[in-house]
């Protein structure tokens, strides 16, 4: 068997296949987030541990003694900063922190040729961008960082021993020239780090060490060999056979994401698409990101006193897509595709005294589903011409929500087993094809279909109205938060 870890935002899952590629077994750990101040994000390594250790504690321990690789994914672009003795100097700032615009700025006038070193605008939640905040902020801090890693590597580390990355995750740092496949020496001179900061790096099947005695024997494992793994998302691809140019996802997750494989490096930058290195050689892909997805789901049930994602779906469900005239804008931490604004910021509009829970709920699902179709549109203008996407992800669980996803974007979403696994499984092919030599066509095969979702004529009618009010609502946010950036 083969086990894959995937560290996330809200917690940390560990996914079990067999040798035929079916999953055996599953566990999850829950995390939170710290929000120190408004529009910041941050996480304890040390929690990350701890929920790892309760994950893989929850699977049998015959499971446990039949591992032959694992495979790791997480969380992409947050800064783990190291001191000499591999200590962690600070709490680890996560993908959806916004503190660090400025700094934005400041990289992309420094180094003028860096959309076509990295592929990307430079974004707060990239990592290059914090490191230049802490520089400013928290010298005593940058001036003890012998190392930097990305949130998944820094498990490895516990794990391994080993300072390791893979492309896909590294891709999301701007400090990788995308194009080549290294660091870029130019980037991290910018950023007053050097290659000596960074970890090595390897293609995602790549093994990168091996378990240590220590963790092996806590966890009643022997000293299997642990690969290189993925970004969460590029993760997500793999385990839903996204590997081949113009094949897509669409991930309902913490954030929102939708994935597009692409046979060569191919920048787009005017539509704050990301193009990133896919976990397999040879291969990249572009990327519409959304800060905030099912986080809004959790966001608004807390706001409307629901107890459960399944209540809160029920309440919604209760209104006709696109009847209310409600919008919601679902910026809880600003956004990246298309608009690369990390001051924006959510709520309800256009209530009145006829308002209900349910029609608010109902406008928590458009909203999001309006954020993909703004993504989506992107991507199309950058040339990836999504028309179909395998839904993955903890809220692909509602065909309602996707339906109305579907609709609002003009895309068929398949539903397939093993979808709400995800990135988890992913890791788990890749350690799976780094044991065994086999190749990603063997491995990566897509899962079976168990639903679909087509484009609804009526609904996607009755929503484009709601949909252009959404964009304009969002512009004149826009224009109010330019003070505050």
């Known amino acids: 068997m083969y086990l894959g870890i995937d560290l996330g935002t809200s917690g940390v899952k560990a996914a079990l296949i067999a040798d035929d590629g079916g999953v055996v077994a599953d566990a999850t750990a829950p995390l939170t987030v710290q929000r ?3 529009g910041w994000s941050e996480q304890n390594p040390a929690d990350w541990w701890e929920a790892v250790d309760k994950a893989i504690g929850a699977l049998s321990a015959s499971d446990r003694a039949a591992v ?21 100097l600070r709490p680890a700032i996560l993908w959806n922190d916004g503190r660090s615009a400025a700094q934005c700025r400041e990289l992309e006038a420094a180094i003028p040729a860096s959309h076509d070193i990295t592929g990307n605008l430079a974004m707060p939640g990239f990592t290059a961008p914090k490191l230049l905040w ?34 896909s995750d590294s891709a999301g740092t701007l400090w990788l020239d995308v194009a080549q496949r290294t660091w870029s020496d130019k980037m991290l001179e910018a950023c007053g780090l050097s290659v000596s900061h960074m970890p090595s790096l390897f293609e995602g099947s790549e093994v ?93 049930m807390r706001q409307l006193g629901i107890g459960s994602p399944s209540e809160f779906f029920g309440l919604a469900q209760q209104v006709e897509p696109g009847s209310g005239p409600e919008i919601f804008l679902p910026y809880l931490s600003g956004e990246r595709t298309p608009h690369n604004d990390p001051s924006l910021r959510a709520g309800w509009l256009y209530c009145d005294d006829t308002t209900t829970p349910a029609r ?84 990566c095969t897509a899962p079976p279909v168990e639903d679909t979702a087509s484009v609804d004529a009526t609904m996607a009618k009755r929503l484009e109205p709601k949909l252009h009010q959404f964009r304009r609502a969002t512009r004149a946010l826009a224009e109010t938060t330019k003070g505050i950036r």
């Open 208 to 300: 990168t060490g091996t378990l240590s005695t220590e963790v092996a024997a806590r966890w009643g494992m022997e000293r299997v060999p642990v690969v290189a793994g993925a970004g969460d998302n590029a993760a997500g691809a793999i385990g839903v056979g996204v590997t081949a140019p113009g094949d897509a996802l669409l991930s309902l997750g913490t954030s929102g994401v939708t994935f597009v494989a692409t046979d060569g490096f191919r920048p787009n930058v005017e539509g704050a698409v990301h193009t990133f290195c896919h976990a397999l050689p040879g291969v990249w892909h572009q990327m519409a990101v959304h800060l905030s997805a099912a986080s809004c789901i959790d966001w608004a």
């Open 68 to 88: 032959r690789a694992i495979g790791l994914s997480g969380q992409m672009h947050g800064a783990v900063l190291l001191d000499e003795n591999q200590a962690v």
């Open 134 to 167: 802490v520089r400013e902020h928290e010298p005593e801090i940058f001036a003890a960082t012998r190392t930097v890693l990305l949130p998944k590597d820094y498990l490895r580390l516990r794990m391994t021993g080993d300072l390791a990355s893979d492309m």
């Open 360 to 443: 608010l709920a109902a406008a928590v699902l458009e909203g999001v589903a309006f954020t993909f179709a703004d993504g989506i549109d992107a991507l199309r203008a950058a040339g990836s011409p999504v028309s179909e996407a395998i839904a993955i992800g903890g809220g692909s669980r509602s065909r309602h929500w996707g339906q109305i996803i579907a609709s609002a974007t003009g895309t068929q979403l398949s539903f397939c087993s093993g979808g709400d696994i995800g990135p988890a499984l992913g890791a788990a092919r890749l350690a799976r094809m780094g044991a065994t030599g086999e190749d990603a066509a063997t491995v």
């Open 36 to 38: 120190p101040q408004s």
